[in-house]
């Protein structure tokens, strides 16, 4: 079956008005902004108020980009929010979306892969379109990690924040999406995870009293891992599509922490105006700090025709994935 071509033709992003910095989580945790600027490149992030929802960001960031596309919510023939943080259990949270816009007879379904969440859906996206079961998708990453962390844990409580970013994908002559490579490994789950919540640990006074329903990291053991991972996932999708490092126009990586940022610019010898970092603003937002940072940068107008982005993350699961893309016109 010959596939046929996708492109991006609308950004948006979105992230909650309230503004954690450094300096506010000195007032209850054992921290400083000295530790938290040098270890992890975050100065502030945004945390959802009470009563603001994972699909209430989501839609602001979807609304923004079908008002780039010139397009109406109907226009879109399928929806799908990557997130670990959704409104509900059930239903998805892209089904509260498409109802929300008015789309509410289309299908809509939720990607859960933590921090790789972007790269996968993109991949599934992409590929709906490429082999004709869709013209045009809403792909959306949005996260309210705060309600999911433990503020008293200062290993986790200063990384995550809250945001979401929209893209709209739509069927082209010309193709943008030249290669993915993704890969998981759950052999030890409990690196990053929410341990009680689930079917094998239902939420019990127990699990309350000792925070099981909360995130929980073990940030040190997964750091080279995910350097590693990073690394390999790019130079796997640069093969795959026939490119080589020299060809990449710009770096946009999952926000987790500018040393593994660095790290992977670094080996893929990428100048540092060719590496996307917002994490100063927003710290980890997880599947939403990819499309966050692709919307900024579109919007800034500095992202041209023929450019090749590469699109790279890591994150629970453990999982990972890089995605390169040309931008079309
Ligand atoms: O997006 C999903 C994937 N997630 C990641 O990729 C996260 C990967 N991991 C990381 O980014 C880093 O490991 C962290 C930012 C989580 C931690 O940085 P680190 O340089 O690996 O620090 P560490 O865990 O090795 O801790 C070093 C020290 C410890 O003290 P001792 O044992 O040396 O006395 C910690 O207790 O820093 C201490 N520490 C803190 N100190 C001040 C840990 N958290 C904090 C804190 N403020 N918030």
Redesign the pocket.
């Known amino acids: 079956m010959a596939l046929g071509g996708v492109k991006i033709v609308g950004v948006g992003h979105h992230a909650p008005a309230h503004v954690v910095a450094n300096s506010d989580?000195e007032q209850w945790?054992?921290?400083?902004d000295e530790?938290?600027t040098a270890?992890?490149g975050m100065k502030r992030r945004h945390w959802a108020a009470a009563g603001e929802s994972t699909s209430d960001l989501a839609l602001v960031a979807a609304n923004q980009a079908l008002e780039y596309a010139g397009l109406q919510a109907t226009d879109i023939d399928c929806f799908i929010v990557c997130t670990v943080t959704p409104d509900y259990y059930f239903p998805a949270t892209a089904c509260l979306v498409a109802a929300r816009l008015g789309a509410k007879d289309r299908p809509a379904f939720d990607i859960s892969i933590?921090?790789s969440g972007f790269i996968y859906g993109l991949t599934a996206a992409s590929g709906l379109i490429r082999s004709g079961v869709y013209q045009r998708i809403m792909l959306i990453g949005a996260e309210t990690l705060s309600k999911i962390l433990n503020k008293d844990d200062?290993?986790?409580?200063?990384?995550f924040g809250d945001g979401a970013g929209a893209v709209i994908l739509e069927a082209a002559q010309e193709n943008s999406f030249l290669s993915s490579e993704l890969g998981s490994d759950a052999s030890r789950p409990e690196l990053?995870y929410v341990e009680a919540g689930g079917s094998r640990h239902p939420i019990d006074r127990a699990a309350l009293d000792e925070r099981l329903n909360l995130v929980q990291?073990q940030?040190?053991e997964?750091?080279k891992t995910?350097v590693i991972k990073m690394i390999e996932a790019t130079a796997k999708a640069l093969e795959k599509a026939a490119l080589s490092k020299s060809d990449i126009t710009l770096l946009i990586p999952?926000q987790?922490?500018k040393?593994?940022i660095d790290a992977a610019a670094h080996y893929l010898e990428m100048p540092g105006d060719k590496v996307v970092t917002n994490i100063h603003e927003y710290g980890?937002t997880?599947a939403a700090s990819i499309p966050i940072a692709l919307s900024e940068t579109v919007r800034a107008g500095k992202i041209q025709p023929g450019n090749v982005i590469v699109f790279v993350a890591?994150?629970?699961g453990l999982s990972w994935g890089a995605v390169t893309w040309r931008w079309a016109a």
Do not use: K, Q, V
Not at 154 to 159: M, N
């Open positions: 989580l945790l054992d921290t400083s530790w938290i270890r992890t933590a921090c200062r290993s986790t409580a200063i990384l990053l990291m940030g040190r997964i750091f995910a999952h987790a922490n040393r593994i980890n997880s890591f994150g629970g």
